[in-house]
């Protein structure tokens, strides 16, 4: 396993950008699929984006063109950029890693997970 810790969440008004970081400790980054995942309040935890190592990338529907998913294998940091930010982005979000190259979307499918950076949008 390794070790995951977001940060770059806050609280912004609607319409704002953010860029979470996810730096994760260990030689195995740059085989690891990583993904994106929140949870708002009173809801299950949702898939957002994730990006295997080999390239392949997906997103939620409902993030599409919005949000992109980024890795620095150097920097064994994962990113996630997100623009023009809704109310309803608001939740935790948590970093992901899983052995594979298949950009899972579900979170059994991921064996380490940070411990979230809260992302709050005012509107």
Same mark, same amino acid.
């Given at each position: 396993? @390794?070790?995951?810790?977001?940060?770059?969440?806050?609280?912004v008004?609607?319409?704002?950008?953010?860029?979470?970081?996810?730096?994760v400790?260990g030689? &195995?980054?740059? &085989?690891? %699929?990583?993904g994106?995942?929140?949870?708002?309040?009173?809801?299950?935890?949702?898939f957002?984006?994730?990006?295997?190592?080999?390239?392949? *990338?997906?997103?939620?529907?409902s @993030?599409?063109?919005?949000? %992109? *998913?980024?890795?620095?294998?150097?920097?064994?940091?994962?990113?996630?950029?997100?623009?023009?930010?809704?109310?309803?982005d &608001?939740?935790?979000?948590?970093?992901?890693?899983?052995?594979?190259?298949?950009?899972?979307? %579900?979170?059994?499918?991921?064996?380490?997970?940070?411990?979230? &950076?809260?992302? %709050?949008?005012?509107?």
């Amino acid at each position: 396993q @390794v070790q995951l810790v977001e940060s770059g969440g806050g609280l912004v008004q609607a319409g704002a950008s953010l860029r979470l970081s996810c730096l994760v400790s260990g030689r &195995t980054f740059r &085989t690891y %699929t990583m993904g994106w995942f929140r949870q708002a309040p009173g809801k299950e935890r949702e898939f957002v984006a994730a990006s295997g190592w080999g390239g392949r *990338i997906r997103y939620q529907d409902s @993030v599409k063109g919005r949000v %992109t *998913i980024s890795r620095d294998n150097a920097k064994n940091t994962l990113y996630l950029e997100m623009n023009s930010l809704k109310s309803e982005d &608001t939740a935790v979000y948590y970093c992901a890693g899983r052995v594979g190259n298949c950009p899972a979307s %579900t979170p059994p499918d991921y064996d380490s997970w940070g411990q979230g &950076t809260q992302v %709050t949008v005012s509107s």
